[in-house]
């Protein structure tokens, strides 16, 4: 039965109207494959009792004909998702033990629609980072190995979320991205994520990191499986003053690949020194793909890119110092044991709580808001954001799509770039100006690298235009016929 | 009528601005569902938001932003149409999120003016700052416990209105009004009850000391003035305390006291340089507010009419003395019952019987005027048998003592009791032919001269009629009998 995890969403969910197989097996198949990849630590909390009651509820609203859009589609849940009764971590020390009495809206709308959860999954603490090297429950693994078989990153924040569906032991996940969380991690391990439009999902129950940042969104090893998730994560939610009142389109009807006639931007400041070949490469590679396929390649130019990392790292950790001062000891979640004082509660509770990097964060973003510094800091940077949502605007008066690499590289080992914080940061160099920007964006697998690596091609969306990034996405998809499957499950399978 | 202080130095001059918190009625609090009903059990009226759990977000309750709108209204202010909530940082366990949503650059209220009336009776402008919406804290409890303290979340999320004034207070008597005149404008538009003594407004005072048309001194900032008399005795100390370090050739510190009630002193909070860096800036879970003119005229076509056009009003269209008017708008429901029962009365004996024995007796007994047994209807009718002689002045006295006592109408008592007033002149004469028979050396006495002895007829003639004789009748009658032989 181990072929049901290799299976798409949209087979899966043919496979169980047909009665092929029960949401129970499909379940019990992906828990099975859980227990058998544990080492790639993709799961801080397994919910496999939970999955299995789910299944089988799901088994019984189909058979009475009840069957949602996605009942009994085994999905992993990014911790950073409070879920109702289940632990939910942000992968920090402290809010080990907090469980939520509440469920986010997006797990929420994936529970209405039938989505089963197999487990929480890792990332980097709070959603900070690359690698997902700083989770306080260990980093997890990226199931692609090159020869040299060393333990390489899935890339974060989402990186247990994108290898658990790499690893073939989830069908899909959810993931959020503030600066290329979903997509730096799809391209790492050689899956399908889609960021959509800053608003498009409800932030409610999602614990935050930098909120005019945060947006949740997919993974899964297809476009059109992709599409199925955002589908039913999205909509507007009353509870949320920043999610638009405007109605989810059916992105499933924009799966027809046709590019022709389409105009696909090409940003010539993504050209950046020192780029690795392969990447360079592949993106050469996309671009005959789609101008095979039809569509008009445009060079546009966004002039202000190279300022957006900076800025990034200014605006991000600015609301990240705000958004993690309830993490008090006060409440819930961890309180140091012994304090004389409030101060050294507070002091020893946050201290030992947080990770190096969430204290670096706390400590930029402080120092960026703090009298003296905030307008040539924060203003300063509210303003070129301005500029890069500027530039955007105008490249899609000449196109309707951008096309450009995800990331800089493919999966590093991990231990890499940990040297140098700035190093780590430069990883979001593709992706961070369309979150400055609120744009959707998506990362789709496009081929290996010279050490057989998986590298992403990233399709960058006017605002709240999925249904163009998605058919671009899918053409890219149809073109590259990515069928590589990582060397871990090879092995497996030999 | 700025008071001045004597110093050893000569006159000195305070400079008073004040920052209000003004808790706006409403039944659910700023950013969330949960009830703002006061007096509940510790805890009970805490959502999700205002416990900041992980994931919450703040949902801006539209209601609050009319009330702060209809509030600026009152106060003549101008109304932004965009405004922007920013976060304020600061660590305490009464505060969930870490920081309170506030406004700091873009308040929802901009400038205005508060009219304040003085003792002598003149009227002064008091400027208005700004007007913002912010987040009341939860409240600390240190007393319960010998090493614990104990956070009560419900007042945690409830909407502030802080109203800041200019520097144009003069000292503890405009600081009074002005504080006293501000409640009143709230209550009369409903947006905060005014209540000092549950905490539902609070005032911060800032304050520093002058030559008279010197430059500004350096000022400090009261904290805890929880009542119109602490405000008072903190100027006037602070004040003195101020003058005593200049005259000595000291300098003021700026810095944050705190108002000891108990002991009457202010004393230092933290300096200037102890102060927080609150780290303002916009939060980012929240839209820019905008507030359209439509909504704001149509805001204003809900307003009541203010107390000082009311207190106008009442002096031009009853001829009601400024004294009166003042004491009779005081409460918006104090000038409704004056003007039910100067309906179709005699509006300056409807002003006398309201202020004088209404008032008087209900202040006695220690109730509101909601509380009264005699509705203003009722004081209406009694005023009518004054007005058309049914009872004498004196009679209604003891009719208003019994409709107190009883709630019963005024035309039931004097019908029930028989005290109606007797002007029949032939039942009069009797009585006084009775009396000056009764009294033959009085009667002597006063036709020698001693003119003083006529109220004791009266009193003798009255006494024998029960109070109920027509008073001018029984006066004619005595002028008439006793000098007529």
């Known amino acids: 039965m181990s072929d049901l995890t290799h299976l798409t969403i949209a087979g899966a969910l043919k496979g169980l109207e047909n009665k092929d197989f029960t949401a129970k097996e499909l379940t019990q198949a992906h828990i099975t494959a859980s227990e058998a990849a544990k080492d790639l630590n993709c799961y801080v909390t397994e919910t496999y009792d939970l999955a299995l009651a789910q299944a089988a509820n799901s088994d019984e609203r189909r058979a009475a004909g009840n069957a949602g859009a996605l009942d009994g589609i085994p999905l992993a849940i990014k911790d950073l998702f409070c879920t109702k009764g289940v632990q939910t971590t942000a992968c920090s020390h402290i809010l080990e033990g907090f469980v939520p009495q509440y469920e986010s809206t997006v797990t929420a709308n994936l529970f209405a629609d039938g989505v089963v959860m197999l487990g929480k999954a890792n990332l980097d603490e709070f959603a900070m980072g690359s690698s997902n090297t700083t989770s306080y429950f260990g980093n997890c693994i990226n199931p692609w190995k090159t020869s040299d078989g060393a333990d390489r990153t899935p890339g974060g924040s989402s990186g247990g979320s994108a290898s658990a569906v790499a690893a073939r032991i989830a069908m899909g996940a959810t993931g959020t991205d503030t600066g290329g969380s979903i997509r730096q991690p799809a391209s790492f391990c050689g899956i399908s994520g889609i960021k959509p439009t800053y608003g498009r999902c409800s932030r409610w129950g999602t614990v935050a990191f930098a909120s005019s940042l945060d947006q949740a969104g997919c993974f899964a090893r297809t476009v059109e499986d992709n599409a199925l998730i955002l589908r039913s994560m999205a909509g507007h939610d009353p509870k949320d003053s920043t999610s638009a009142d405007r109605p989810v389109p059916d992105f499933l009807s924009a799966l027809s690949g046709d590019v022709k006639g389409l105009k696909i931007g090409i940003p010539k400041e993504y050209r950046v020194d020192g780029m690795p070949k392969d990447i360079e490469a592949l993106w050469e590679q996309g671009i005959e793909w789609l101008k095979d396929g039809g569509a008009e390649i445009v060079d546009v130019s966004l002039p202000h890119t190279k300022y957006a990392l900076p800025t990034y790292y200014i605006i991000a950790p600015a609301e990240a110092s705000s958004n993690l001062a309830r993490y008090d000891g006060v409440r819930y979640g961890l309180r140091a044991a012994e304090h004389e004082n409030l101060n050294e509660m507070y002091k020893k509770t946050r201290g030992e709580g947080f990770g190096d990097e969430i204290k670096r964060r706390i400590m930029i973003g402080t120092y960026v808001l703090s009298a003296g510094y905030y307008d040539a800091y924060y203003i300063k940077a509210q303003k070129v954001r301005r500029l890069i949502s500027d530039d955007f605007t105008k490249a899609y008066e000449q196109c309707d799509v951008l096309l450009a690499p995800t990331a800089p590289s493919s999966a590093f080992v991990i231990g890499e770039n940990e040297d140098d914080p700035v190093k780590m940061y430069l990883n979001d160099v593709f992706t961070v100006p369309a979150s400055m920007a609120g744009l959707p964006a998506m990362s789709v697998p496009g081929g290996l690298d010279s050490q057989g690596l998986p590298l992403g091609l990233q399709i960058i969306g006017r605002a709240w235009d999925e249904e163009t990034v998605f058919k671009v996405a899918r053409s890219i998809e149809r073109a590259a016929n990515f069928t590589a499957l990582p060397q871990t499950l090879i092995k497996k399978a030999a | ?485």
């Open chain 2, 1 to 485: 009528m700025a008071q001045l202080i004597q110093g050893e130095t000569g006159e000195w001059e305070m400079v008073i601005g004040m920052e209000v918190h003004a808790q706006v009625i409403a039944k659910s609090k700023l950013f969330s569902g949960a009830s703002t009903q006061f007096g509940a059990e510790p805890n009970t009226q805490v959502s999700l938001v205002d416990a900041a759990m992980p994931g919450m977000l703040p949902v801006l309750n539209e209601y609050v932003v009319e009330q702060a709108v209809r509030t600026g209204l009152g106060l003549n202010s101008k109304i932004n149409n965009v405004s922007v909530f920013e976060r304020k940082n600061y660590f305490y366990p009464d505060l969930p999120q870490g920081y309170q949503i506030s406004q700091f650059q873009h308040p929802i209220v901009g400038e205005g003016i508060i009219e304040i009336d003085l003792p002598d009776g003149t009227v002064k402008e008091i400027g208005v700052t700004r007007l913002h919406l912010e987040q009341d804290a939860g409240k600390s409890v240190h007393d319960q416990h010998p090493t614990k303290s104990f956070v009560d979340l419900n007042r945690s999320g409830c909407a502030l209105m802080e109203i800041v004034s200019e520097p144009d207070i003069r000292g503890p008597e405009e600081a009074a009004a002005y504080l006293s005149k501000l409640r009143m404008i709230l209550r009369y538009l409903g947006t905060c009850d005014g209540n000092m003594e549950e905490g539902s407004m609070r005032a911060d005072v800032n304050i520093s000391v002058r030559k008279p048309g010197g430059p500004l001194g350096t000022r400090a900032e009261i904290k805890n003035v929880n009542s119109v008399k602490a405000v008072q005795m903190a100027i006037e100390y602070e004040a003195r305390r101020q003058i005593e370090i200049l005259e000595d050739g000291g300098q003021i510190v700026q810095e944050t006291r705190l108002w000891d009630p108990n002991k009457g002193v202010t004393r230092s909070m933290r300096s200037k340089e102890e102060a927080h860096d609150y780290r303002y800036f916009p939060d980012p879970d929240l839209l820019p507010l905008h507030v359209s003119n439509d909504q704001i005229e149509s805001i204003r076509a809900t307003l009541p009419e203010l107390p000082d056009v009311k207190k106008h009003r009442f002096m031009q269209e009853y001829g009601l003395s400024l004294y009166d008017s003042s004491v009779l708008i005081a409460e918006q429901a104090r000038a409704d019952y004056f003007e039910t029962v100067a309906n179709d009365n005699d509006a300056k004996l409807a002003a006398n019987w309201v202020i004088n024995e209404l008032l008087g007796i209900l202040n006695k007994n220690d109730k509101a005027l909601a509380e009264s047994p005699v509705s203003a209807a009722q004081l209406g009718g009694l005023i009518k048998l004054i007005a058309d002689d049914t009872i004498s002045g004196k009679i209604a006295k003891d009719v208003f003592a019994e409709m107190y006592a009883s709630g019963k109408d005024a035309s039931a008592i004097v019908e029930e009791k028989g005290l109606k007033q007797v002007t029949d002149t032939g039942a009069i004469e009797a009585v006084v032919d009775e009396v000056i028979a009764e009294n033959p050396d009085n009667v002597a006495a006063y036709r020698s001269g001693k003119d003083k002895l006529f109220g004791f007829f009266v009193g003798q003639v009255m006494k024998k009629m029960q109070g109920k004789a027509n008073p001018a009748a029984v006066n004619e009658l005595l002028k008439k009998k006793l000098g007529g032989r």
